[in-house]
């Protein structure tokens, strides 16, 4: 009894193992061996048609010139190298027929040749992703802002590519905390204020941007916070304001200190309204590199120095400046004189009309011309977590 059992056993694993072989040599891809020396693509594609029993059909823009040897070489394997100097793709359409074409979506063939696939980003933005990838590929994606996915129409071999650079591309980046803290001291105070802004960064950099002590522990920018606090209870500077933005590398922070007038002017001819901008703006754009802060800053200043019934005289300047800093570290942006922000169309500064500083430049009794507003800036490193929210 055991021994017919044995046996039965037997014939199911044989039974089986003929099945696993049979399936494989019927899924397996047909073999080429083929010899060509700078034979008309077609009719390279016709003799692999023929060796292999499979129908290659294409359109009306596939020519050139093939050379290139084949020694039992996978059906597929062959094409890929023999469309790869012409730039062009095949679909399989079903187990004996493919289709081979140029994967230019003006092309009516397009759709012959394309597949569908989506690729949700989970740490930068679709918009970014687009602007890193060649030009040429770029023509097959389409962007869905609302759930950050990538959807491509492409066929197998440029998809496949595209998931390459998905990989590649979409890794956790750190958020970059930018926080601007505007100062109004005197000059001589200034000078005091940028001596120890010198020395928290360097201690705090032979302490690795962390200081501590027995069960306290606090950052570069926690001493800056509270010398700030000594600042004003010295009565030696005001925190006029503090601000912080969070952004991704590569995206632009920018803060604005500016007011805004219309003014009517009148001539002979004509009478009309023109808006005059007066003030500073800062752009910043950082990176994250090897462990440093590269900052670009854009630095743009308008002050309107003389206003007359049929015109006006605005001094501009501009200035790009890149700089390395640590995380944490704490930058002077700018240290800027009081009485160059002072307009000559009144005697008033441009300072009065902005909300956060309004209450300190409002009136002729705060013109002391000996002040000085300095402008500060630190960053903090943050993880995205689970990604783009």
Do not use: C
Not at 215 to 227: M, V, Y
């Amino acid at each position: 009894m055991k021994n017919n059992k044995f046996k039965i056993v037997l014939v199911l694993i044989f039974i089986l193992l003929i099945s696993v072989l049979t399936l494989s040599q019927e899924i397996s891809s047909p073999i080429v061996t083929a010899v060509f020396y700078n034979t008309d693509l077609i009719e390279a594609l016709n003799e692999i048609s023929l060796q292999t029993g499979v129908i290659i059909l294409t359109d009306q823009y596939v020519t050139g010139l093939v050379t290139a040897e084949f020694y039992d070489v996978e059906l597929e394997t062959v094409l890929d190298l023999l469309l790869l100097p012409g730039g062009y793709s095949y679909k399989k359409i079903d187990e004996s027929v493919y289709f081979v074409g140029l994967a230019d979506p003006k092309s009516h063939n397009f759709l012959n040749l394309a597949e569908v696939k989506i690729f949700p980003l989970k740490y930068i933005t679709t918009e970014k992703f687009i602007s890193l990838v060649p030009d040429t590929l770029q023509q097959y994606i389409k962007a869905n802002k609302e759930s950050n996915e990538l959807v491509v129409y492409a066929p197998r071999d440029k998809i496949s590519y595209i998931e390459d650079l998905v990989l590649q591309l979409d890794k956790n980046e750190p958020y970059i905390e930018l926080t601007i803290y505007i100062l109004e001291t005197n000059e001589s105070s200034s000078e005091t204020i940028k001596g120890n802004v010198f020395k928290i960064n360097q201690d705090g950099i032979k302490n690795n941007f962390y200081y501590s002590y027995p069960n306290i522990g606090f950052s570069i920018q926690d001493l800056f916070e509270a010398k700030i606090e000594m600042y004003e209870k010295a009565e030696t500077a005001n925190l006029i304001t503090k601000q912080s933005v969070k952004v991704l590398p590569g995206e632009k922070a920018t803060l604005y200190l500016k007011s805004i007038d219309t003014i009517l002017f009148v001539s002979s001819y004509r009478t009309e309204f023109r808006t005059l901008e007066d003030g500073i703006e800062i752009e910043m754009t950082p990176k994250y590199l090897n462990d440093i802060l590269q900052i670009t800053f854009k630095t743009k200043s308008s002050n309107i120095m003389d206003i007359k019934r049929d015109s006006y005289i605005i001094s501009e300047s501009r200035l790009e400046t890149k700089v390395n800093v640590f995380p944490s570290e704490v930058l002077l942006v700018a240290d800027l004189d009081m009485s160059q922000l002072y307009s000559k169309k009144g005697g008033t500064s441009f300072l009065k009309d902005l909300p956060f500083l309004r209450f300190l430049f409002g009136d002729n009794e705060k013109r002391d011309q000996n002040k000085r507003l300095m402008i500060f800036l630190t960053s903090s490193l943050f993880d995205q977590g689970d990604g783009i929210k």
